[in-house]
């Protein structure tokens, strides 16, 4: 499995991104898609994931409202669109598969089994 994260840059508070990761190597119908992201000197945390099959979404609380993640099964890439952008949301974003999910492991980083290699977001005041 390959995950190929792309989207990040510069963008000032208010501003929109949208964060693609376009995944290869494996059927994913009974995969959750995630999208993490980790601050300097901050562990890694959740940020919203995706059920590949029935699209079933969940969220980090700081950001509903404004982040939506979704999926595109032809392109076989999830997104992660993310509006009204804060200085807080600064961070390396990464996405991520889970290959045998569960709903009390959805939100753990430790239990995806597969990551991309990250996409810078800065978000400036």
């Known amino acids: 499995v390959q995950l190929q994260a792309s989207g990040g840059g510069l963008v000032q508070a208010g501003g929109s991104l949208r964060l693609s990761c376009a995944a290869s190597?494996?059927?994913?119908?009974?995969?959750?898609m995630g999208w993490f992201r980790q601050a300097p000197g901050k562990e890694r945390e959740f940020v919203a994931a995706?059920?590949?099959?029935?699209?079933?979404?969940y969220y980090t609380d700081s950001v509903k409202g404004r982040f939506t993640i979704s999926r595109d099964s032809d392109k076989n890439t999830v997104y992660l669109q993310m509006n009204s952008l804060k200085p807080e949301d600064t961070a390396v974003y990464y996405c991520?598969?889970?290959?045998?999910?569960?709903?009390?492991?959805?939100?753990?980083?430790?239990?995806?089994?597969?990551w991309g290699q990250g996409t810078q977001v800065t978000v400036s005041s």
């Open positions: 190597g494996r059927t994913f119908s009974s995969y959750v």
């Open positions: 995706i059920r590949w099959s029935s699209r079933i979404t």
């Open positions: 991520a598969a889970d290959s045998s999910p569960i709903l009390s492991t959805i939100r753990r980083w430790s239990h995806y089994d597969y």
